[in-house]
């Protein structure tokens, strides 16, 4: 038995649609699934009182992000530029964005 | 409405018939396209899914926090400032906090010290987090050795290691003792390195760190508000990584439409001539090469989307983890929840598959409207 091809394509897009209708339900049973272990890091992070993601250890400044400033990216001496790899991948938290720049940064949220 | 869909079903055929005769070409353009939507789709999962998980754990982070700054410089904060602090009226608590840094040269990695409110380890011992312990292969009884402020080593023994599923919050923590913290840095009994503030009513934040800038001229508070947006700005579609991946991948599909969009091979408007003469319609060439359009960007389209999937979420983003590692020989192993936003899958439907699309069946159109005898010279 010989299928056309309009079959064997239709057969294609119709798994790959069913694939990822499965993805979009996985995720929504995942997401109920992981609320219990995200309710104890929630927990250790009102404990130990944490304020950030452990995302990038190289920097003091990228490791709290929240708690950066201006000035330690720039290592605190004249001329000596960032240089950081994770540096270039975050910038810096809105409440260190000078107001004439912030609305073109957070209107970007989504 | 039988007729229509043999008729669509027979054009169909045909035009995966002529796709496949060009199987080079055609399967070198998938997989660009699929590589391109991969990409853009990896990124939009992978810093959503960040932002949402970073909400969703920080939403117990402290609600007000006060450092000090010397001439632009942190400096530990006073137990006094939290008296002051405390006389503000909707303050309810004022906590010293004790945390800081400790660069470990053996292992070039970076550590957090925090000094925990409840249940701290006994003087002598430490809690480490389980990115410590997988660099160092240290494990609860084992002894760590850390060089004080002092220049002399201290020796902790591991209490327990942090739970592994807490990565994500505490690869790098080692929990301390209060006493321990402070003889190991140095820092006095009177001082602290920050302080938490509770206060009682939430839409106060920001006037309560306002009077605390006013009462301590030299103290920097950092609300809660601003610790959650952090995540939100710095992972924003706007920002840092994803503005350059973004900037790359569009590029790379402008050129891809507009090669598409300048006009045909040869070879296709050949092919249209051919079929004008033997009797096509007009409509009937529009529609095959809408199938052609549909039938690569729908394909690029779902194995993109259906790859970024499984690399962001089943696979760590491993392709992403050397740009977000840096430098840093101590990177927490973590598996996103898979938080998607169904707008952001129809933001690269419409963005992508759409465009493609319509700039094949444009220069299409402009062929097969022509006579068929001066498309084949």
């Known amino acids: 038995m010989r299928f056309s091809h309009s079959a064997l394509y239709l057969a294609v897009t119709g798994t790959l649609l069913a ?17 219990p272990r995200l309710v104890r890091m929630s927990l250790m992070v009102k404990n130990l009182e944490l304020t950030d993601l452990c995302l990038f250890s190289e920097a003091s ?15 605190d001496s004249p001329m000596v530029f960032e240089h950081f790899p994770s540096g270039a991948v975050a910038g810096p938290p809105p409440h260190l964005i000078p107001i004439q720049n912030r609305r073109w940064i957070q209107g970007g949220e989504d | 409405m039988r007729d229509a869909l043999e008729r669509q079903r027979h054009i169909l055929d045909f035009t995966i018939a002529s796709l496949l005769r060009r199987k080079g070409k055609n399967g070198s353009l998938l997989a660009v396209y699929t590589l391109i939507i991969f990409i853009l789709a990896s990124v939009l999962f992978f810093t959503h899914a960040l932002k949402r998980e970073a909400t969703e754990v920080l939403r117990e982070t402290p609600e007000i926090i006060v450092q000090r700054t010397m001439t632009g410089r942190y400096q530990p904060i006073p137990l006094a400032y939290a008296d002051r602090i405390r006389d503000i009226r909707g303050v309810i608590t004022v906590q010293p906090r004790l945390w800081g840094y400790y660069y470990d040269g053996n292992f070039l990695a970076n550590y957090t010290l925090v000094v925990p409110r409840e249940d701290p380890p006994e003087p002598g ?21 850390f060089t004080g402020h002092d220049g002399k080593p201290r020796n902790f023994s591991i209490r327990k290691i942090l739970s592994d599923e807490s990565q994500l919050i505490s690869a790098d923590l080692i ?9 190991f840095s140095g820092i006095s009994a009177d001082q602290a390195t920050d302080l938490v503030l ?42 840092g990584l994803v503005i350059v991946i973004f900037s790359a991948a569009a ?13 045909l091979s040869a070879e296709e408007r050949r092919e249209i001539g051919i079929l004008k003469a033997v009797g096509w319609e007009t409509s009937d060439v529009l529609q095959m090469k809408f199938w052609e359009g549909s039938a690569i960007s729908l394909t690029a389209f779902l194995l993109g989307m259906i790859l970024a999937y ?27 929840v898979p938080y998607v936003n169904f707008g952001h899958v129809a933001a690269i439907f419409f963005l992508t598959v759409v465009p493609y699309t319509v700039t094949t069946i444009v220069p299409s159109w402009r062929a097969a409207t022509i006579d068929p005898d001066a498309v084949m010279r």
């Open chain 1, 19 to 35: 694939v990822m209708a499965g993805l979009g339900a996985y995720s929504c049973f995942a997401v109920v699934a992981a609320t």
């Open chain 1, 61 to 75: 400044y990228t490791r709290h992000l929240s708690m950066a400033d201006r000035f330690t990216p720039f290592q």
């Open chain 2, 125 to 145: 011992k430490i809690d480490i987090g389980s990115g410590i312990s997988r660099i160092r292969e240290a494990y609860p009884g084992d002894i760590i050795g």
């Open chain 2, 175 to 183: 929990l301390i003792s209060e006493a321990d913290y402070r003889d």
């Open chain 2, 198 to 239: 509770r206060v009682r009513n939430p839409k106060e934040y920001t006037t309560i760190a306002e009077k605390i800038t006013r009462l301590l001229p030299d103290s920097r508070p950092i609300v809660r508000t601003e610790i959650l947006r952090t995540y939100d700005a710095v992972f924003s579609w706007r920002s």
């Open chain 2, 251 to 263: 590029l790379a599909f402008v050129i891809f439409a507009w090669d598409k969009a300048t006009g």
């Open chain 2, 310 to 336: 499984a690399h962001v979420f089943f696979a760590s983003s491993f392709l992403f983890a050397p740009v977000l590692k840096g430098w840093s020989t101590l990177y927490p192993q973590f598996r996103l």
